[in-house]
């Protein structure tokens, strides 16, 4: 264009393809062979974080198999021990039991023999009272509780010469000494002035193995042949 803007002809420019196509090319052929190394070299690097971590995985799945393989025995080990503790106890238990219902049958056989016994003891027609080393009575009979007992009280646990005497010290002339001393029967007729009555007394000691610990007392009443 002039001055005026008009147009007075054209300028033409050549440019050589080739040369610019071929240096596409090779930009094109290196980012393509840069991609494929990346890649290689990616998928390498994947390969062996993948590789390590499936061995850490097949390392600890054997390391929780064994443990629970020790888990299964000490189970199995358990619940033996809780079967053969349990029938342990079982048979603890029925042995128990039976020897609860042998000790109820001993026990009910004790006390239907010393009901007998009693009843017997109860039977005899004189007072009869068993002693011990203080002059105590034990065991007394039907008998000797209607004579001594004035009072109704119970004469267990009291002293012959409460009973007998109305004493509180033992009496002069009881043969209990002797009796304790050289373990020999004694029989003797006394007057009992505290029940107003003539009695025969036997006394007979009572041995635990070679010891005499107390002695049975037998009074007769002899007031009416006197």
């Not at 033409?12 to 190394?37: E, H, K, N, P």
């Not at 109820?104 to 007072?127: C, G, H, M, Y």
């Not at 003539?198 to 002695?215: E, K, R, W």
Request: with cysteine.
């Amino acid at each position: 264009k002039d001055k005026d803007g008009q147009e007075i002809g054209q300028i033409l420019q050549g440019v050589d393809l080739d040369t610019i196509v071929a240096s596409y090319r090779q930009d094109i052929a290196r980012l393509v062979i840069i991609t494929v190394c990346v890649l290689i070299l990616a998928s390498l690097i994947l390969y062996l974080a993948f590789s390590r971590l499936l061995g850490e995985l097949v390392g600890l799945n054997k390391k929780m198999q064994v443990k629970n393989d020790e888990l299964i025995a000490i189970g199995q080990q358990l619940e033996e021990l809780v079967l053969k503790r349990t029938a342990e106890l079982g048979a603890a238990n029925t042995q128990l039991i039976k020897e609860i219902e042998e000790r109820k049958e001993a026990n009910v056989s004790l006390i239907r023999s010393i009901e007998e016994w009693q009843s017997t003891f109860d039977a005899i027609a004189d007072p009869v009272t068993i002693l011990d080393t203080d002059l105590e009575v034990v065991i007394a009979n039907k008998a000797a509780q209607e004579m001594l007992s004035k009072d109704g009280r119970e004469i267990v646990g009291r002293t012959c010469y409460e009973l007998f005497a109305g004493n509180s010290k033992p009496c002069e002339t009881c043969p209990s000494k002797e009796v304790f001393a050289t373990g020999v029967n004694r029989e003797y007729e006394v007057e009992h002035e505290y029940l107003g009555i003539n009695m025969l007394v036997s006394c007979v000691p009572i041995y635990d193995q070679d010891v005499v610990t107390g002695y049975i007392h037998t009074a007769k009443d002899i007031t009416e042949e006197k």
